[in-house]
Nanobody, 119 residues
């Protein structure tokens, strides 16, 4: 079955960096667009960044210029490089199918990885 496993979160000070990783299995990874989503306490889950099957990327306005999404089809992984982190980036981060691949899919949410930005 489809599995999406997030890792790489942690606690950092404002201005710091983290690199998240999403390991995918159970489907033909290379043909699907994948997105990174986040949910902050008391807020709805939102799409942060997406990458198409051929590597085209898109970003939420709030993270443009600071976050970078990439994929490795040989390893079935998607990474999210997060730089210049701000306290408002604090959230649980998840990967799932991107909207262009009819995502996110309710059944595919994983545990997520916690990112905390605080001084």
């Amino acid at each position: 079955q489809v599995q999406l496993v997030e890792s790489g979160g942690g606690s950092v000070q404002p201005g710091g960096s983290l690199r998240l990783s999403c390991a995918a299995s159970g489907f033909t990874f290379r043909v699907f667009a994948i997105g990174w989503y986040r949910q902050a306490p008391g807020k709805q889950r939102e799409l942060v960044a997406g990458i198409s099957s051929i590597g085209n990327t898109n970003y939420a306005d709030s993270v443009k210029g600071r976050f970078s999404i990439s994929r490795d089809n040989a390893k079935n992984t998607v990474a999210l490089q997060m730089n210049s982190l701000k306290p408002e980036d604090t959230a649980v981060y998840y990967c799932n199918y991107a909207p262009s691949s009819n995502g996110p899919r309710d059944d595919y949410w994983g545990q997520g990885t916690q990112v905390t930005v605080s001084s």
